[in-house]
């Protein structure tokens, strides 16, 4: 049950973040840069997230830091973000799946997708001193 309150406490924190961010990114950066340069503004925000979030949870869930839970934690997390990304497209910009999916061979998509790479990695990543052989 650790690793699932893990995943989905990182899952909210870092996807509140990106909810936050955005509207800022839709409404006001993209018509002012384009797509792909709004996502490169926000996605270090993103990071920054991801990094404190993924440095942090574990600690408050007290998961067991080995990198099989690290892992499982981030992949979790990831397919959670997923299913809320898919949610939000849907209801919110009125976006059909295949376009959400579309998304990812975009140059804005192309980021978005190593950021979700970045995501599911960071657990282990960022808490590598305190694995457990």
């Known amino acids: 049950m650790r690793l699932v309150g893990a995943a989905a406490l990182y899952f909210a924190l870092v996807f509140g973040v990106g909810f ?8 006001w950066l ?3 840069l384009g797509k792909t340069a709004a996502v490169l503004c926000e996605t270090p925000f993103l990071l920054i997230a991801m990094i404190v979030a993924a440095r942090w949870v574990p600690r408050k869930v007290a ?3 080995g990198l099989g839970s690290l892992a499982a934690m981030g992949a979790g997390a ?3 973000q997923q299913i809320a990304d898919f949610a939000v497209g849907i209801a919110l910009r009125g976006m059909t799946a295949s376009e959400i999916v579309a998304n990812f061979v975009t140059p804005a998509g192309a980021v978005y997708a190593a950021s979700l ?5 960071m657990p282990a990543v960022v808490n590598r001193d305190r694995m457990r052989r």
Do not use: C
């Open 20 to 27: 936050l961010l955005g509207p800022i990114r839709v409404f």
């Open 30 to 32: 993209e018509p002012w």
């Open 63 to 65: 998961l067991r830091a």
């Open 78 to 80: 990831l397919v959670l």
């Open 117 to 121: 790479l970045a995501f599911a990695a």
